[in-house]
C-alpha cells in the first residue's frame, strides 16, 4: 500500500511522462551502465560518487597519476643523480599513498630504491 507521499510522487510521475518531459533524455532507450565501485570501501562510496560528479578526483587517484608519471618519467632519465631525486620524490609519494589506504602492509606499493637504479644504469653501459 503506498504512502500519500508516494501517491503524490507517482501522480507527478505519470504527469511528467504524458507531457513528454522524458522523452529525449540522454541514453533513452539504451540499458542502463552501472558503476563497479565494489574496490571502493562502502564508507567511501557515496563521498566518492559526490566527488566525482563534481569533477574531483579523490586524493588516492590524484596520487596514482602522480606516481605513474613519476615513473614514466623516470625510465626516461639518463642523469644519475636527476634520477635520484626523482626516485626520493617517488618514494615520498608511495609513502603518502600507502599512509592514505589504511591497510595491511602486504598491499602496500613498494617504493623505489637508487641501488636498483644503479644496477639498471650499469647494466645498460
Same mark, same amino acid.
Given at each position: ?13 505519470? !504527469?511528467?511522462?504524458?507531457?513528454g ?14 558503476e ?11 563521498a566518492?560518487? =559526490? ?9 588516492? =587517484? ?35 599513498l ?6 595491511s ?5 613498494? !617504493? ?14
Amino acid at each position: 500500500m503506498l504512502t500519500g507521499f508516494e501517491k503524490i510522487v507517482e501522480e507527478r510521475i505519470r !504527469q511528467a511522462q504524458k507531457k513528454g518531459e522524458f522523452d529525449n533524455l540522454p541514453g533513452a532507450g539504451k540499458p542502463l551502465k552501472f558503476e563497479d565501485d565494489s574496490y571502493i570501501m562502502e564508507e567511501l562510496r557515496l563521498a566518492y560518487k =559526490i566527488l566525482k560528479n563534481a569533477d574531483c578526483i579523490p586524493p588516492e =587517484i590524484e596520487l596514482k597519476k602522480e606516481i605513474n608519471h613519476m615513473e614514466d618519467l623516470l625510465s626516461k632519465m639518463d642523469d644519475t643523480a636527476e634520477k635520484y631525486r626523482t626516485i626520493k620524490k617517488l618514494n615520498f609519494l608511495i609513502m603518502k599513498l600507502n599512509s592514505l589506504r589504511n591497510t595491511s602492509i602486504t598491499h602496500e606499493i613498494p !617504493q623505489r630504491y637508487m641501488a636498483d637504479v644503479m644496477e639498471r644504469i650499469g647494466s645498460k653501459g
